[in-house]
């Protein structure tokens, strides 16, 4: 990765974005040292223009950003930085720098989820459970799909909200597998839900 550090007399803007939430934190800078540093020590460090020197997020407060991973930008010259805020990240005790809430609503581990199976899917790794379902083939899948589906409309009807919980967990879980050995994924079901939810769909 090749960063135009030069451009702006040695300092490139530092999006911070929160790797699971997707909300965007703060905006810092970054010299050749704080990137460096930043890679180093897997914790976001900036140069303060007003101190005029390196500081690492949280050095003080606690409150660190464990690095996920850092982007460029097209012209090289802007970093997006995925990290792990490991508490709030304005100094305000904001959670952001725009006063802005960094609650994860728990939608958003579904990504994670299909990341994790997908990976399943193209690495097979010997003793996953995952990976003997892809094995067994889409009839199975499908199967557990139909058992899951099952246990969980016996829970609504005749069990506990807990178990409902639980036979549901299973359910989705099962349907991302078969979607994901079909070359689909999560996404394609929640962007069929939004196509839905327009005023002007119409049932097919």
């Excluded at 451009?7 to 699971?20: R, S, T, Y």
């Excluded at 010299?31 to 540093?37: M, P, Q, S, V």
């Excluded at 639980?166 to 349907?175: A, F, G, K, N, T």
Aim: charged share 25%.
């Amino acid at each position: 990765m090749k960063i135009d550090f030069e451009k702006m007399g040695g300092l490139v803007p530092a999006i911070i974005q929160d790797a699971k939430t997707k909300n965007v934190l703060m905006l810092g800078y970054m010299n050749d040292a704080a990137y460096n540093k930043t890679i180093e020590t897997k914790k976001v460090t900036f140069w303060s223009r007003s101190r005029n020197c390196l500081w690492t997020k949280g050095e003080t407060s606690g409150n660190t950003l464990e690095l996920v991973s850092i982007n460029i930008d097209c012209d090289n010259d802007t970093l997006l930085v995925k990290a792990h805020p490991t508490g709030p990240v304005c100094h305000t005790g904001s959670d952001t720098c725009w006063k802005e809430s960094n609650k994860d609503n728990g939608t958003s581990f579904l990504s994670e989820l299909q990341d994790f199976i997908s990976t399943r899917y193209k690495e097979m790794p010997e003793g996953s459970y995952t990976t003997s379902l892809f094995k067994e083939g889409v009839n199975r899948m499908a199967q557990k799909v139909g058992e899951e589906a099952v246990e969980a409309v016996i829970e609504a009807t005749n069990g506990t909200n807990e178990r409902l919980v639980y036979e549901c967990s299973d359910l989705i879980y099962h349907m991302i597998v078969l979607l994901t050995s079909k070359g689909l994924s999560i996404n394609d079901v929640v962007k069929e839900l939004e196509t839905r939810h327009s005023p002007s769909w119409h049932k097919h």
